[in-house]
């Protein structure tokens, strides 16, 4: 998937970019028909709530899954990274999928994701980005993610190290500094169906609420970044900060669609009953 001049301004400035509609109902489909089961299992990759027993991040899910493994190399999430941070060698810094559980999704606080890559992992600069593709449909009801446009023109701002406020220390930015950027560039929150793409800048800051709806709201976020921006520090977690820094091998556009047309194949053959002799 290339992106067109006019994407990569809009980028540029915003500090992000909000595609609706990238894949297509069968393939959102195959991917959240996976969901539930990964987040029933009871493994160190799959973190709860504090206080609770919902979901709150599935971490490294490609590794473990066959049908996100596809994903985390699909050309239509990693080929725009590519052109927006200037490479064509990135790797998978951080592969996670966000729950918003109906009525317990908790708040994340307001924060730059390449705070707590710097902070943590010792990642040299902001050449990193996200990808997110909307599993579920975002709304305004369901803790949609708030952005502030053209915040990541600030550059890393200073950061206190919260490891209370929710299950996943962040670095966050304090009430007086989001007052203020939000008065020079206001707040969006991106809404729409799943197979809706965002993209936006390590730099930008970025938050969402708490989920009162009867509504789960669940996000795939690829964190990518490039290969010779590799992070020094390794005291996070591998599935939570990879160490492995070998460049995304992308696979064919219609990768989904292959798995789906196999899998019912094989689920035929398996219903079919074989002819006997007698016959």
């Given at each position: 998937?290339?992106?067109?001049?006019a994407?990569?301004?809009?980028?540029?400035?915003?500090?992000?970019?909000?595609?609706?509609?990238?894949?297509?109902?069968?393939e959102?489909d195959?991917?959240?028909?996976?969901?539930?089961?990964?987040?029933?299992?009871?493994?160190?990759?799959?973190?709860?709530?504090?206080?609770?027993?919902?979901?709150?991040?599935?971490?490294?899910?490609q590794?473990?899954?066959?049908?996100?493994?596809?994903l985390?190399?699909?050309?239509?999430?990693?080929?725009?990274g590519?052109?927006l941070?200037?490479?064509?060698?990135?790797?998978?810094?951080q592969?996670?999928?966000?729950?918003?559980?109906?009525?317990?999704?908790?708040v994340?606080?307001w924060?730059?994701?390449?705070?707590?890559w710097?902070?943590?992992d010792?990642?040299?600069?902001?050449?990193?980005?996200?990808?997110?593709?909307?599993?579920?449909?975002?709304?305004?009801?369901?803790?949609?993610?708030?952005?502030?446009?053209?915040?990541?023109?600030?550059?890393?701002?200073?950061?206190?190290?919260?490891?209370?406020?929710?299950?996943?220390?962040?670095?966050?930015?304090?009430?007086?500094?989001?007052?203020?950027?939000?008065?020079e560039?206001g707040i969006?929150?991106?809404?729409g169906?799943?197979?809706?793409?965002?993209?936006?800048?390590?730099?930008?800051?970025?938050?969402?609420?708490?989920?009162?709806?009867p509504w789960?709201?669940w996000?795939?976020?690829?964190?990518?970044?490039?290969?010779?921006?590799?992070?020094?520090?390794?005291?996070?977690?591998?599935?939570?900060?990879?160490?492995?820094?070998?460049?995304?091998?992308?696979?064919?556009?219609?990768?989904?669609?292959?798995?789906?047309?196999?899998?019912?194949?094989?689920?035929?053959?398996?219903?079919?009953?074989?002819?006997?002799?007698?016959?």
């Amino acid at each position: 998937m290339k992106l067109t001049p006019a994407h990569r301004a809009e980028f540029d400035e915003q500090g992000y970019l909000f595609l609706p509609n990238v894949f297509t109902q069968p393939e959102m489909d195959l991917l959240n028909a996976e969901v539930p089961g990964l987040f029933a299992q009871q493994r160190p990759e799959v973190w709860r709530e504090k206080g609770s027993d919902s979901p709150c991040t599935a971490f490294y899910v490609q590794t473990w899954n066959e049908v996100y493994a596809l994903l985390a190399r699909h050309p239509r999430l990693v080929e725009p990274g590519m052109q927006l941070l200037g490479s064509d060698k990135l790797y998978m810094h951080q592969f996670k999928i966000n729950a918003k559980a109906a009525f317990d999704g908790a708040v994340w606080q307001w924060h730059q994701d390449y705070a707590t890559w710097y902070e943590d992992d010792d990642m040299p600069e902001p050449r990193a980005m996200n990808i997110a593709l909307f599993l579920a449909e975002a709304n305004e009801f369901n803790g949609p993610l708030m952005l502030i446009p053209k915040s990541q023109r600030r550059g890393r701002l200073a950061a206190a190290h919260d490891v209370t406020t929710t299950s996943y220390p962040l670095w966050t930015i304090d009430n007086d500094t989001i007052t203020r950027l939000a008065g020079e560039g206001g707040i969006v929150a991106p809404k729409g169906p799943p197979g809706s793409m965002l993209l936006f800048h390590g730099n930008l800051v970025h938050a969402s609420g708490s989920n009162l709806t009867p509504w789960s709201r669940w996000i795939v976020y690829l964190s990518l970044n490039r290969c010779d921006n590799a992070i020094r520090r390794f005291k996070r977690p591998g599935w939570i900060a990879n160490r492995d820094f070998t460049p995304i091998e992308l696979l064919p556009d219609d990768c989904l669609a292959a798995y789906a047309r196999k899998k019912l194949s094989a689920a035929s053959r398996q219903r079919s009953v074989p002819l006997t002799a007698e016959s």
